[in-house]
Structures are given as C-alpha cells and as structure tokens.
C-alpha cells in the first residue's frame, strides 16, 4: 500500500489519479485550491483519504499539507505534482498580468511543494511525480508561455532525479499528449490581445476546436502512470499517447540533424593546445 500527496485534485489527472490510488487500496492525500471543490471525494474511502486546502504557490500552505498528512498517515511515499493551467497566445500577445501567474502555479509551485515534502521522502524514500505535457518536449507557435513552464518543469525534474537518487527517491516526469479532461476547458486560459499578425500562429482558437474531442482516453493514462510508479524499472520520462511520442520522435531527431551539421564547427572551440 502506497500514500499518495496529490494536488490539482478539483478536475483532471490529478482527482482521477486520487481517486484510482483510493480504490485499488491505496492511501490518499488529495488537495486542491479550494477544498470545497474536492470535498465529497473522500466520503466513499472513510480512513484511506483526506482532502486539504492547499495553494501551491503558498510555501506556508505546502508545508501545512504535509505535516497534515505526516500527522494523519505517518508520512506519504509518492508526491504528485500535477496542479497547473495552460496559456495559449502568440509570446507578443501576452502580458505580465497573464504569464507571470502561470509561472507561479505551474512552476514556482511544484518547487515550493517538492520543497516542503523533501525533508518526509528522505527519510523512507519513494516518488516524485511531476505532471509535464508534450509541451514540455518541444515548443510550438501559439503555446510559448506554457512550453516555457513544463520546459522549466523537465529540467527541475532531471535535476531532483540526480540529486535524490542517494535517499532513494526517483522521479518521473509524465508528458501526455491531449487527453479528454478539462485542461483544454476550464484549465486553459487566452491572451486577452489580439494581433492580426498571429492569427495564423496563435492556436488562440485550438480549444475551440479540439475541446472534447482529445482521442486520448484518460482512465488508460492513469493506468499507465500507476504501472510506472509500482514498477522497479521506471523511466524518468514518460510520454503518454501516440501524439506525445510523436512530439519527442520528431524533437530528437531535429536536435540530432542540426548536431550533426554543425559538429566539426561547434567542437572546434576549445583554445588550441601545445
């Protein structure tokens, strides 16, 4: 039996995750910005899982939810970090008052919480699951503000992934594709500016069209996350569906032909030796 802290459980990934932790027996920690949204969850695993407020870029929350669940469980062995929203809009279209939050949320507040649950996985071990995308594998017009975000996201998480392997701790970096949940709804958000000049480019209009129509079946994606935080052989990354892989096919192989183009000019920059 696993215990699970969890945040971004009001919709998506992140209340399916704790509510497929719960039923197979797990322990569950589900959090959530405002707690009401989440609240009848638990009602059905009396004793396996909790709800708590948490804010994510509220470092004095983070540390409250897990001495909550230390106080509760005894501690947690598997931190998913999954609370998060989208920016869509050309990087000129955007402003401060748009980006900066979602900076807050999505990357300043995986680093806080990670932060205040350190000190617990230390101590016995275990996993970090850090909720990335496909646009945390390579950028594209239209999607810059939140490809900046889950790229953010991948080199914190290489980066704890080779830090944390002395205490037994290991992370994985999940990257799904489009899948049918509410991110492309109420996790989404758009520029406000309109500039002809990125019509063309700004996906502003993406939603629109793809919202409910994802071919990614979401109950498949849990089960393979679940399968990779029990496996003794889990990757660091993990693509989920055909189109993210697609995405990193496409990515190392356009990093590989301009490696390869470039090599005899761009290793030939050391100073000349003796």
Not at 45 to 66: C, E, H, Q, W, Y
Not at 83 to 93: D, K, N, Q, S, V
Not at 116 to 122: G, I, M, S, T
Request: charged share 20%.
């Amino acid at each position: 039996m696993k215990t699970w802290l969890i945040t971004g459980c009001s919709s998506g990934f992140g209340q399916r995750l704790a509510l497929a932790a719960a039923q197979r027996g797990d322990r569950v920690i589900a959090t959530a910005r405002n707690v009401k949204t989440i609240g009848e969850m638990a009602e059905p695993f009396a004793g396996r899982m909790i709800t708590l407020p948490l804010d994510v870029t509220d470092a004095a929350a983070a540390k409250a939810a897990v001495a909550n669940a230390v106080e509760t469980f005894g501690g947690f062995d598997v931190l998913v970090n999954n609370a998060g929203y989208g920016l869509f809009g050309a990087i000129e279209e955007g402003t401060p008052e748009e980006y900066r939050p979602m900076f807050e949320v999505n990357m300043f507040g995986l680093i806080e919480t990670t932060r205040a649950a350190l000190p617990v996985l230390r101590r016995s071990g275990g996993t970090i699951v850090n909720m990335s995308s496909g646009a945390g594998i390579a950028g594209s017009g239209g999607g810059g503000y939140y490809n900046a975000a889950k790229f953010a996201v991948e080199g914190i998480s290489e980066a704890l992934a080779d830090e944390l392997t002395p205490f037994g701790i290991r992370v994985l970096i999940v990257e799904p594709g489009p899948f049918r949940t509410d991110f492309l709804g109420r996790s989404i958000t758009i520029a406000a500016k309109e500039m002809l000049e990125y019509a063309a480019s700004s996906r502003k209009h993406y939603r629109e069209t793809n919202n409910g129509n994802q071919a990614g079946d979401p109950d498949k994606a849990i089960a393979v996350i679940l399968q990779a935080v029990d496996a003794d052989n889990a990757p660091l990354h993990l693509p989920l569906g055909p189109i993210a892989h697609s995405i990193a096919e496409r990515k190392l192989a356009s990093f590989r032909r301009d490696i390869d183009a470039w090599r005899d000019i761009t290793i030939a920059t050391d100073f000349d030796q003796p």
